[in-house]
Structure formats: C-alpha cells, structure tokens
C-alpha cells in the first residue's frame, strides 16, 4: 500500500512539473513569437546581429552584379563606403567622393548621401555621406555646434583644378578672406572714412563672403544689431572691415564645430542603411497588420555586404543598399499644391492610415518627396527612411523609446504646419494626437526648450540666443564669396568680381 502510495506522489510530481515546464516552454516561446515593441520585426526582437535576417534577403543576381562591380572598383569601396579618417578629413573624403564619381561619369542624386543609378541596371545605390557620419558622430561625442565650416575651393588634382570642400580653421579662412578683400580694393578706398553707405555695403559684402546659407542668416542677424547703428563710427573703411571679420569669424566659431574640438577624432561606426530597411519593414508590417487599404508598399529596397572580412557587418563602411524606383508616382509636393486634388488623394481615412503606419514604423519626416502617390491607383507610400542624424549607435531600430516618441511629436508639428484649421488633413491630425496618449507636445517643446538652454549654458557670446534660431533674413553669396572660390584669384578671369567688389565700396 505504500508502494502505490509513493508511486502516485512521484506520479503526480512528476506530472506537475511537466505541466510547469510546458507553461513555463510555451509560455517563453510565446513571448517571443507575439513580442511587439517598436523595436521589432515580425513579432521577432531587433539587433544588429539579425537585422540582415529579419529583412528581405537580396537576389542573388543583383547581389553578384553590385559585388562584382565594386570588386572591379575597389577605389569605390574604399572612397565611398568605407570613408575610414578622422573628423578633419570630412572635406577631403567629399571632395574625394566628387572626383572619383566625376571620373567615372556617375552622377550623384543625393544631398548628403551618395545616391547613383547602378551602371546598365534600374535600380540605384545608396551610400551613407560624410556630412551624414560627421554630424552622427559629433553628437556621440557630445561635441557642440550647428554646422560644419566647409568652403568649396578649387583644387590641383592631377593637373587640373576640381572644387573641393576644404575643412577651415576660421583664422586660416580669416586670412584669406582679408588677403582677398584687400587685392580688390586700392588703398585710397581702404583709407578712406566710411559712409553710411559704406558701411551698409561692407556688412552685407563681408556676411555674403561666408560659406553657408545658414551661417550667413545667423552672421547677418548678429552684424546688423552689433554695426548697424550711429555709435559704431570706425576711422576707415579698412577699419571697419577689419573689425566686422574678427566678430564675425569669432561668431562663427560659436555656430560652427571648432577644429580643435574635432582633431583627434575618428568617425563612429554608424548604421544608417540597416536602419532604413528596419524602418521599411516595419512600415511595411503595419500596412499588412492593420489592413491599410489606402496605402501601398514602399519600392523594394535590400542591403549588401561588401567587406570580405567582415560578413555579417551591417556597418555603414561595410554596407550598401539598393533601391528600385517608383514607376507612375507624384510626390507629396505636387499635391499640396493643389487643394482640390489634395482633398480627394489624402482624404480623412487615408491620411489617417498614413499617420497610424509612420507611427508604427518610427517614422519622422515628410518633405515634399518622401510621400508619394500611385497616379494609377491613388494609393499612398513612403520612400526614404533615414532616420535623423542625432541617432546615437544604442538607439537604432526604435531602441530609444523617449528619442522615438520625441521623433512622433516633431511629425505632428511638421504635418500640423502644413495644414490650416478646418482643413481634414489638420482634422485627421489632431484627431490622431488626441487618440495617442504618446503624443504630448506640451512635453516636446518643454524638452527642446531645456536641451537648447542646455546645449548654450556655458556659452559667453553676447548673441547666444541667436545661434539656433531661424534667421528669416537670406543672404546669398556674394561677389567676395565668389572670388573666394578660385584658386588664383589674380587671374584674367576672376577680373570681374575683383572689379564688382571694388564698385560695391564706391558708393
């Protein structure tokens, strides 16, 4: 009797922890299967290690096509791709990436990025840009400033001069700023006492000899409320340009990043490409999860390997992507245009599913391009999914919850801006804010207000409320600026902006 006894204790313990150990089996398998974070794909958890195999897989076709012509190309691989240096080469791998596509008689489409139909074939290449990777990179380092200091000069590159965006030390473009200001003015000007004129004319021919648009507005913004007024009163011209150069190119070193924060310092390992095609599937999943009608798939897109010694790198410098283009499409832009159209393409229901899949993808951006429409069949899709360049390597793939719901708000107020009040397309929007309890933009503006304190607190320039503003006043290069471009500015050709620049002074 005891034996039976003992028998049904092992019996019914063995049973129970058979029963656990099945709960606890399908309980663990379950969770992966159905997990459903921002950071996922298929129900599956992202990571850079298995990005690659959540994603769809390249044709084997098109993957021998690109390797081979890089292999054929090493340079390619090696200019474009890997861009391996220091923050101070940002100058020289553009200008290298711009020789070498001029040399091969590809031409880039892109803006920061480089972006090229593939030779003989219908689809394009997408590489990650330098400008992209500095700006990426400065924010890891937690380095300050709104902009790079490039100017476009010409180059002597194999006998012949190509433009090149050459990295500056502002004293070393003060220099030449002032060396070529004085080649076109004579002395009788430079000594003369300024008018109001004058001095008008030298603000805005000093502001236009500047590199940037951006840095231009916010240059022109400070000179105005430091110059333009009766107690600045120089003894001469020469005088007062001198004294408009060193505010300004000290101006500029609050604005722009400094070399001497950046000497030293090499480019971060960034995951821009993998993070597009993250992004494109998620947008993906969600026109298939929630039944999306109105919306399509954006054009296929698909990541190769490049680097033999590291086969299961999704590094930029290790990575491509192709992407095939649209076919009967108009942009976002064209539709805006046109209200009567807009109203019939982006009704309430469609711009509501838009706004529900850009949500779900993580998305932040809606430039007149990334939208696109179907001509044939008025669906709606998405084509670019580059993530914003202050992503550091830990928040890729939705990681950073507080960065994505930041990203949220800021396409809100983007799609907000578009639209006026009683528009359905504003209706849509903030129908969709109120249904969102992630969206609070009271805690958005709050939060940028803080980081922007932040960011300037122990800056001591008396315009310092002025270096991230936006500077409605544009000012566009002037003939100083111009000269500035040429390699021998003594030359018969440069003539006539020596000359512009003369008659600017002779008021």
């Known amino acids: 009797m005891m034996g039976k006894k003992k028998g049904f204790i092992v019996i019914t313990i063995f049973v129970t922890l058979a029963c656990v150990g099945g709960v606890i089996f399908f309980y663990d398998n379950g969770q992966r299967e159905v997990y459903a974070g921002y950071d996922s794909i298929g129900g599956k958890k992202v ?3 298995n990005i690659l195999q ?16 890089f292999n054929v190309n090493p340079q390619a691989y090696r200019i474009l791709v890997e861009q391996n240096g220091f923050l101070t080469d940002v100058g020289q791998f553009i200008f290298n990436a711009r020789a070498f596509l001029n040399i091969k008689g590809i031409k880039s489409v892109g803006n920061f990025n480089y972006v090229f139909k593939f030779p ?9 840009g330098a400008n992209n990777r500095f700006i990426y990179t400065t924010s890891a380092y937690n380095i300050i400033g709104l902009g790079l200091y490039l100017r476009l000069v010409e180059k002597k590159c194999g006998g012949q001069l190509l433009p ?14 002032k060396n070529y200001f004085y080649l076109c003015c004579p002395r009788d000007i430079l000594r003369q006492v300024p008018t109001k004129k004058q001095l ?13 648009v951006a840095l231009r507005g916010f240059l022109y913004d400070c000179l105005v409320e430091k110059y333009a007024h009766n107690d600045f009163n120089p003894a001469t011209v020469e005088d007062a340009f001198n004294q408009m150069l060193d505010f300004a190119c000290e101006a500029s070193s609050f604005r722009c990043y400094n070399r001497k924060d950046l000497a030293g310092k090499k480019f971060i390992d960034t995951y821009n490409i993998a993070n597009r ?7 993906v999943e969600a026109i298939e999860k929630f039944h999306l009608d109105r919306l399509e798939k954006p054009p296929q897109s698909y990541v190769i390997r490049l680097n033999s010694h590291r086969p299961h790198s999704c590094i930029d410098k290790d990575v491509v992507l192709v992407q095939y283009p649209l076919q009967s499409h108009k942009p976002f832009k064209f539709y805006l245009k046109r209200p009567s159209i807009l109203n019939v393409i982006f009704d309430k229901e469609t711009f509501a599913q838009l706004l529900k899949a850009m949500k779900y993808a993580g ?10 429409v179907n001509t044939k069949t008025n669906k709606v899709t998405y084509i670019d999914f580059e993530p914003k360049n202050d992503i550091l390597p830990h928040e890729i793939f939705n990681k950073c919850d507080k960065k994505r719901k930041l990203n949220l708000c800021y396409l809100m107020f983007e799609f907000l801006k578009r639209f006026a009040e009683g528009t359905i397309q504003r209706e849509a929007v903030c129908e969709f804010i109120l249904s969102n309890h992630e969206i609070d933009l009271t805690w958005y503006q709050r939060y940028n207000l803080k980081k922007h304190a932040a ?27 111009k000269l500035l471009y040429y390699f021998d500015p003594t030359s018969d050709s440069c003539a006539f902006l020596r000359k512009e620049v003369k008659l600017i002074l002779t008021v």
Request: net charge positive.
């Open 47 to 49: 990571t850079k290690e």
């Open 54 to 69: 959540l994603v769809e897989s390249v044709p084997v076709a098109v993957k021998k096509k690109v390797a081979g012509w």
């Open 120 to 128: 003989g074939e219908d689809f394009f290449i997408k590489i990650f």
């Open 164 to 177: 090149y965006y050459a990295y500056m030390d502002f004293q070393q473009d003060k220099k030449r700023i």
């Open 200 to 212: 008008k004319a030298l603000l805005d021919l000093l502001v236009g000899a500047f590199p940037q």
């Open 277 to 283: 095609v993250f992004h494109r599937a998620r947008f």
């Open 363 to 372: 998305l932040w951006d809606i430039t007149g391009e990334n939208i696109q």
């Open 455 to 481: 960011l300037y607190r122990n800056v001591n320039f008396e315009f310092k409320k002025k270096l991230a503003a936006t500077h409605r006043h544009t000012v566009t290069q002037g003939p100083l600026g």
